[in-house]
């Protein structure tokens, strides 16, 4: 891949080319992600489309037409936007290094909300039109439409469930449940898309009048169906086969911070790169169904990969008990905090707390002359600074810049500093460990509040959003 990095010369990155070549990192082209958005707008035109050539706009020619009509649309756009949905959490690979998780997540909300909506809205409009128009009263025509309608009780349960996820996806709802609980039920919004389908093709006047919109929606689901079957049982399943990942050793890095490392056949062909993350799955007893996510926390090697996890909760306490030889399934690799993302000479790693794990990955991994690389490692105490003889070896064998930020939050103020620094603004803070950063890469991991208090000086130093990357511990 010595031409990608040459490749990648040729897209303006500065200086990358003399550097010693590692591994050669993963790019996703520019134009994929372009083509992805492209498809996924496509397929509402097409849906628009649908609309128009079933006789959409003819049919507004009165108030409980117009009703009925805009009813069919929203409820097209809908079911369109709910396909998205479920292709956006499908794990392709494609899709994945496009956006990565935290940008998945965060579209899989907005798209999840909008469609959810304009549910609601095909569900009122059509009633409200229908009982215009056989001038009935709205609950009888919505009853009558229920109990009559082929597909429609389905329906009915489908929705019940849609609005269910969509309830406990609200932040203060989903505050409230275990990670675990939330996550089974979240799982219903499969059933529920699944149970809203049929009502479509059975009434849906675009599909009555129109065997092409009929074959074109059935083909839609079946390829999304396919692509959860493949990517997300298939492909771990057969992975996790292949691999046959065991616990070599689990080592403990501070009092509540183990490192479990494992070893597994070809694990060379495992298409995973440095600062990414898998969905892990010991199968050390009770729990083991829950998988949990946790990045490697060293650079991955033929036969060996390591995580580096605090105890959080339940399951990734039970790591430190964890025996060697347990067996682990797999599921990934997922996220793009690699080197694939890497468009600069040089390069800003900010972690803090557990959020070290990919970056200590990444610094091991990254192609750097001395001085390329710097790391700002933010712990409240130096008891928390795990990994920090690998750290300084690294920074010995590489030439990378290594600093500890160590102390209490400032209280009061949302900064990625320590207490220490509270002369100095986010800013000059950081202008004064990395006096060029604004000509930096700059990746970052950490808790939700520190990353976007450091996001925002990093922004406010000068460096563009294009070069700034993270990875969120929770979503
Ligand atoms: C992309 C990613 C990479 C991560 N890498 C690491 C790592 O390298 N080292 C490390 O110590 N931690 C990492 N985490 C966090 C780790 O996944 C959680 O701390 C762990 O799952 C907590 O589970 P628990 O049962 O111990 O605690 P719980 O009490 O069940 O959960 C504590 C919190 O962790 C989060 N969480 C729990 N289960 C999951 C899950 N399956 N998926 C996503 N979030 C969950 C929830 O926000 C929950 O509020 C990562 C998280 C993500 C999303």
Known sequence: MSAAVTASAATGTDGLTSLPVRRPPVRAPR???????????????????????????????????????????????????????????????VVERVYGQDDLARRHRLVGFASFHLMLAHLVLVVIGYALTFRTDVFGEFWGLVVDAPGMLLALAGTLLLVMVVVLSVRAARRRLRYESWHLLHLYAYLGVGLAIPHQLWTGQDFLADPIATVYWWTLWAAAAGCLLVFRVGLPVYRSLVHDLRVSAVVHESPDVVSVWMQGRRLDRLPVAAGQFLTWRFLSGPGWTRGHPYSL?????????????????????????????????????????????????????????????????????????????????????????????????????????????VGPRLPGRPTWLPASAAGLSEVDGLRRLVPDIADHDVYLCGADAWMEAARRAVAAAGVPTAHIHQERFAW
Do not use: C, N
């Open 31 to 93: 134009w994929w992600r372009d083509a992805v958005g492209a498809v996924t707008w496509l397929t509402m035109l097409v849906v628009v489309a649908l609309w128009i050539s079933g006789g959409g706009i003819q049919a507004m020619g009165t108030p409980a037409g117009a009703l009925t009509s805009l009813g069919r649309l929203t409820g097209l756009v809908a079911a369109d936007l709910l396909l998205v949905q479920v292709l956006l959490m499908a794990r392709i690979p």
């Open 297 to 405: 926390s060293a650079a991955p090697t033929g036969d060996t990969l390591r995580i580096t996890v605090k105890d959080l909760g339940d399951g990734s306490r039970a790591l430190a008990a964890v025996k060697p030889g347990t067996r682990v399934l797999v599921e990934g690799p997922y996220g793009r905090l690699t080197a694939g993302v890497r468009t600069r000479r040089k390069v800003t790693l900010m972690a803090a707390g557990i959020g070290i794990s990919p970056l200590r990955a990444l610094l091991e991994d990254l192609a750097q002359a001395p001085g390329d690389v710097t790391l700002l490692y933010r712990a409240r105490s130096t008891a928390d600074l795990v990994l920090r003889h690998e750290l300084d070896a690294l920074a010995q064998r590489t030439g990378a810049r290594v600093f500890y930020l």
